[in-house]
Structures are given as C-alpha cells and as structure tokens.
C-alpha cells in the first residue's frame, strides 16, 4: 500500500512477502533508519543504534555492541545474578501468596527488567528517585511513548520546530533527566574504574573509548546513547512480552497444562528453572514463539530507502520510508494457518519457523 504521510512517500509491507522483499531481498536499499525526532534529543542526534542511520558508523556501532556487550561471554558473566534476582521476585510472589494479598504482577515484571537492566549496565541497581522525582520506571515508560507517538516533526521538518502538540518541549526535559543521571554514572564509574573486579557495560565501553580501539570517533555521547538503547530496548519489551505470555496462557489452560507437564518432567517441583534447563523446554520455547508471533514487541517499525528501488513489481523512489506492519505480517494467513488462533504447537518441526524469528530478532537487533 502506498501512501503520503505529510511530505513523506511511504510504502506499507502488511504481508509476509512484501515484508520479505524490504527485509530480506532489498535489505541492501532499505536498512536505514528516516529522520526521527524524538531520537534527535534522546539519543544525542541518532547516535544509537536502533534510529542511527545506516552507513560505516551503524555498521562499526553494531560490531562494537555484538563483540564487546552481546557476547555470549559477557552475557554468561552475569548468569549468576540474574538467577539471585529471579529467587528474590519468587521469594516475593510466595510471600504475598501466603499473605492472600492482591499483588500487580505487571509491576513487579517491570521492576524485575529494571533490576536486572541496571545490574548489568551500571554495575548496580538504582531506586525510582535516583534518577527524577517521577520515579526510574515511571520515566523510561514515558520515554518509550514520546518516542512512539506520531510527531508531526517527522513528517513535516518545518512544523517540527514550531512544536505543536509539545512534544518537542516534553523531549528536551527527559533528555536533560538522562543526560544528567548518565553523566553521574559515567563519573562514578571512572572513579571506582580500577577497584572494580566484574566490568558492567559501561566499564566496557570506558576502556574502548579510552584505548581508542574504535574505528570511529567514540565518546561519552556515543556511551550514553547506547546506554538508552539498552534501557528503553529491555525494559519496556521485555516486560511486555511476559505479560502476553501469561495473559495467553491464562486464556489457554490446556496450553497451560502442557507446559506444567513439560516443566515437572523436565525441572521437577523441587528447584528453580536454570537457564541450563531452556534448551530441553521445548513445549516453552514454542510458547514464546507463538505469543511473539501473535504480539510482537514493535507492531510498526519504519525504515527509508537510500536509492531508488526497482524490481519485483516495485518502484520506491530514494528517501520513501517503508513501514512495516508487523501485527499484520505475523498474521499472514498465507504463511500461518489460522493465524488468529494461539497454536503453540505450529512450530512443532515447521519450516515457518525461521521467519517469526528473523522478524522477532531484526525488531530487537535492527
């Protein structure tokens, strides 16, 4: 489908063939990122990752991160924490189920994905009012919706400056919240940078930028937004998707039934889930896929061609942004049959696998 939005050409991909052909067939033309306002201020003029544009710097800044933060060393490194906050959040459901307490599930995932995010990129966890009166999650929260909401600055540059709806106005103070907060971690960090044994994310991005081994110009605004990345990237989605997760499971007790089965044979009622244990969940990980299919993290997530596009009944010019309609994809009823449907078991020696996963991990890593 095309259409204007403002002064912006865009094409719209709502089926798993035309997502395939901007992704995956044309990936060359259209892997960069349009202008977007609301990164412009949060992330130090699309300095991050996830809205940089695509070129030697997105392509270095990824190298950087997948070596260096995404190993599987680096990620091993903090197993043993993620278990201790995993017992503390069961410890706290027990507690309050014995107590017969109402409790907000939602909060406490979203507390956990807070703990956990902080952990590793900091070093240490932070109370709501370290970072703003508001409270840290009550914060990132409302980053992640300015920075989702339609702003006319996208569509037409001129009106952006005006600032109509106040969004621009709303940007500027949370940027100011996190330049500010960022800044006094980075700090701590060079001070406590040789008495420390366990290096978090930021203990590693100190030693690049200090040894000067990037192939680009690194600095403190390259760390800060690669640092928002990775709190507005984990906490909001993850906690999201967990709620999905039970919510279809709740709706599924047959579904339910099958996947206690798997974790009584498998785990046991004795001890927790290790992270050891996930690679003999089978019946779990095909629940994760399928709620991942039917809500996926980023429903719409655009992109923009850098060249004109010609071939496979397509005529994009240079500069048109591509909006991918994700909801709809993952619901294609050519690739998923009875897609509206909770189907755990579709993915059961399917070959249709590998597409909710290169869908679900290009939103993630792209």
Same mark, same amino acid.
């Given at each position: 489908?095309?259409?204007?939005?403002?002064?912006?050409?865009?094409?719209?991909?709502?089926?798993?063939?035309?997502?395939?052909?901007?992704?995956?067939?044309?990936?060359?033309?259209?892997?960069?990122?349009?202008?977007?306002?609301?990164?412009?201020?949060?992330?130090?003029?699309?300095?991050?990752?996830?809205?940089?544009?695509?070129?030697?710097?997105?392509?270095?800044?990824?190298?950087?991160?997948?070596?260096?933060?995404?190993?599987?060393?680096?990620?091993?490194?903090?197993?043993?924490?993620?278990?201790?906050?995993?017992?503390? /959040?069961?410890?706290?459901?027990?507690?309050?189920?014995?107590?017969?307490?109402?409790?907000?599930?939602?909060?406490?995932?979203?507390?956990?994905?807070?703990?956990?995010?902080?952990?590793?990129?900091?070093?240490?966890?932070?109370?709501?009012?370290?970072?703003?009166?508001?409270?840290?999650?009550?914060?990132?929260?409302?980053?992640?919706?300015?920075?989702?909401?339609?702003?006319?600055?996208?569509?037409?540059?001129?009106?952006?400056?005006?600032?109509?709806?106040?969004?621009?106005?709303?940007?500027?103070?949370?940027?100011?919240?996190?330049?500010?907060? *960022?800044?006094?971690?980075?700090?701590?960090?060079?001070?406590?940078?040789?008495?420390?044994?366990?290096?978090?994310?930021?203990?590693?991005?100190?030693?690049?930028?200090?040894?000067?081994?990037?192939?680009?110009?690194?600095?403190?605004?390259?760390?800060?937004?690669?640092?928002?990345?990775?709190?507005?990237?984990?906490?909001?989605?993850?906690?999201?998707?967990?709620?999905?997760?039970?919510?279809? *499971? /709740?709706?599924?007790?047959?579904?339910?039934?099958?996947?206690?089965?798997?974790?009584?044979?498998?785990?046991?009622?004795?001890?927790?889930?290790?992270?050891?244990?996930?690679?003999?969940?089978?019946?779990?990980?095909?629940?994760?896929?399928?709620?991942?299919?039917?809500?996926?993290?980023?429903? *719409?997530?655009?992109?923009?061609?850098?060249?004109?596009?010609?071939?496979?009944?397509?005529?994009?010019?240079?500069?048109?942004?591509?909006?991918?309609?994700?909801?709809?994809?993952?619901?294609?009823?050519?690739?998923?049959?009875?897609?509206?449907?909770?189907?755990?078991?579709?993915?059961?020696?399917?070959?249709?696998?590998?597409?909710?996963?290169?869908?679900?991990?290009?939103?993630?890593?792209?």
């Amino acid at each position: 489908m095309y259409l204007r939005l403002g002064l912006v050409p865009t094409t719209i991909a709502s089926s798993a063939d035309a997502a395939e052909k901007f992704l995956k067939t044309y990936d060359h033309i259209f892997a960069s990122r349009p202008h977007h306002e609301a990164s412009q201020y949060l992330a130090y003029g699309q300095k991050n990752m996830i809205f940089a544009k695509y070129g030697v710097y997105w392509r270095n800044m990824r190298k950087l991160c997948t070596v260096h933060l995404l190993s599987n060393h680096k990620i091993h490194s903090f197993q043993s924490m993620r278990k201790q906050e995993v017992e503390l /959040l069961i410890e706290s459901l027990k507690e309050e189920a014995r107590d017969r307490v109402a409790l907000d599930l939602s909060a406490k995932i979203t507390s956990l994905n807070a703990n956990l995010t902080c952990l590793m990129v900091f070093g240490k966890k932070y109370m709501d009012e370290d970072l703003d009166k508001r409270g840290f999650k009550a914060v990132v929260q409302e980053v992640v919706r300015l920075s989702t909401a339609p702003n006319l600055g996208d569509i037409f540059p001129l009106i952006g400056v005006i600032d109509l709806h106040g969004l621009t106005r709303k940007l500027k103070d949370l940027s100011k919240v996190f330049d500010e907060f *960022l800044e006094k971690i980075i700090d701590e960090h060079v001070e406590d940078h040789d008495r420390k044994q366990t290096k978090d994310f930021v203990d590693t991005m100190m030693d690049i930028m200090e040894s000067g081994e990037a192939e680009f110009q690194f600095d403190r605004c390259n760390i800060k937004a690669i640092l928002l990345d990775m709190l507005f990237a984990v906490m909001d989605t993850t906690a999201s998707s967990v709620e999905w997760i039970l919510t279809e *499971l /709740l709706r599924h007790p047959e579904v339910m039934k099958k996947l206690r089965k798997e974790l009584q044979e498998v785990v046991g009622l004795e001890r927790m889930v290790e992270e050891s244990d996930l690679e003999n969940l089978n019946y779990l990980d095909m629940v994760v896929k399928e709620c991942m299919r039917m809500h996926p993290v980023a429903p *719409l997530f655009y992109h923009e061609s850098m060249e004109d596009c010609v071939g496979d009944d397509l005529h994009i010019p240079k500069g048109s942004r591509i909006l991918v309609n994700c909801y709809d994809v993952q619901r294609d009823p050519n690739v998923w049959p009875e897609p509206d449907k909770f189907l755990p078991d579709r993915f059961l020696e399917s070959s249709i696998d590998f597409f909710v996963l290169q869908i679900s991990v290009y939103l993630v890593l792209s």
